[in-house]
């Protein structure tokens, strides 16, 4: 059977990267897939966080993904804290995941940048996490954006080398799903880096929630060059910043980004801009008054994510109970 897992950080706002990249996809994939989708507070806590803070944005990431299209009656929603065998099955990995795998880990090299001896054991076993939450519910395929690459090639290693030691057939080896032409939507204000939850500068990204003004502001700021569009592809070459609006045009009205040149090519980004403002403000003004909708009702939120739990456990705890056997954890 073909089962789908993915997960999202509640470190901020969701903003358009991880729609175009990953969400949008779930959204399509739950009509054909036993699928399953996790809030990663554990994940976010690699991180300082404000308590309450991180609380209030699990729940209204939730809501977000619910607003989104995340049909909580056909796939399961719920935060990763509120099933142990996460953290149980991290450990379990910990004891046959060696560390020469981890220093290959680029996002730890990035995060902890210079203060390494500083940086939190936490963040450094992090993918050690996720190869948990995928392989707790011996999930086949894991739709992500581009940036989650290395973590999916950890995942299937840590799979076949548990399957191998132990000469079993316990865990399928996870293929990534990078799906669509928006796999890495890059910072409005630098075409060289991530559209990222953790800029600094929030002119940086399209928040989910930001209302039409703020996106119309947000593009009619982002970084460009002073060169018209360039009618076809190829013109693109050495200019990420177009590169990347057309990407999200492109995405955003499902078209390729040839079809959005022909129709802009020559165009001055002026133009362009504000037409991409009123695409992005007319796709997420329906998921913002949805969640806005959610949002007044926290216990509905709150009933979905325990109900999402416990069927999250019931396949998951089946699994940790295998595994600890294999391992020979003598279970009484
Ligand atoms: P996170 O929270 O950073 O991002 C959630 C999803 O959004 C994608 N994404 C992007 N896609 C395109 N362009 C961008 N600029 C962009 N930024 C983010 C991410 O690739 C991701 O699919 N480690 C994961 C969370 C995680 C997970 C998992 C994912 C934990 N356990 C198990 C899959 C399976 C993360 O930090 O995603």
Request: with cysteine; aromatic share 6%.
């Amino acid at each position: 059977m073909n089962r789908i897992f993915s997960g999202i950080q509640p470190t901020a706002k969701m903003h358009i990267g991880n729609y175009l990249g990953a969400v949008r996809h779930w959204v399509r994939l739950q009509d054909s897939f036993d699928a399953i989708f996790c809030v990663v507070d554990l994940h976010a806590l690699t991180q300082p966080q404000d308590p309450a803070e991180l609380r209030q944005a699990t729940r209204e990431l939730a809501a977000t993904l619910m607003a989104a299209g995340i049909n909580p009656e056909r796939s399961i929603l719920f935060a990763q804290s509120s099933v142990a065998a996460h953290s149980e099955l991290a450990w379990l990995f910990s004891c046959v995941a060696p560390l020469g795998w981890l220093n290959r880990m680029t996002q730890f090299k990035e995060k902890a940048g210079k203060k390494r001896e500083q940086a939190m054991l936490g963040l450094y076993s992090y993918p050690v996490l996720m190869a948990a939450d995928i392989l707790a519910y011996l999930a086949t395929h894991v739709p992500v954006g581009e940036d989650q690459k290395q973590h999916l090639e950890l995942t299937r290693e840590i799979a076949g080398s548990f399957n191998h030691r132990y000469g079993v057939e316990m865990f399928p080896l996870p293929e990534p799903q990078i799906l669509g032409s928006a796999t890495r939507v890059m910072s409005l204000r630098d075409g060289s880096a991530k559209m990222s939850k953790s800029d600094a500068s929030d002119y940086s990204r399209i928040n989910m929630t930001d209302d039409a003004d703020t996106i119309a502001q947000k593009f009619r700021k982002a970084k460009t060059d002073p060169e018209p569009l360039p009618s076809e592809p190829d013109g693109l070459e050495g200019r990420p910043e177009a590169a990347n609006l057309v990407t999200i045009f492109a995405a955003l009205s499902d078209i390729s980004t040839a079809d959005v040149l022909t129709r802009f090519g020559g165009a001055q980004f002026s133009t362009f801009k504000s037409e991409l403002a009123d695409l992005a403000a007319s796709s997420l003004a329906p998921i913002a008054g949805e969640l806005r909708r959610l949002l007044d009702d926290p216990d509905y939120v709150d009933g979905v994510l325990r109900d999402g739990a416990a069927r999250a456990r019931g396949i998951a705890d089946p699994v940790i109970a295998r595994t600890q056997e294999i391992m020979g954890i003598h279970r009484v």
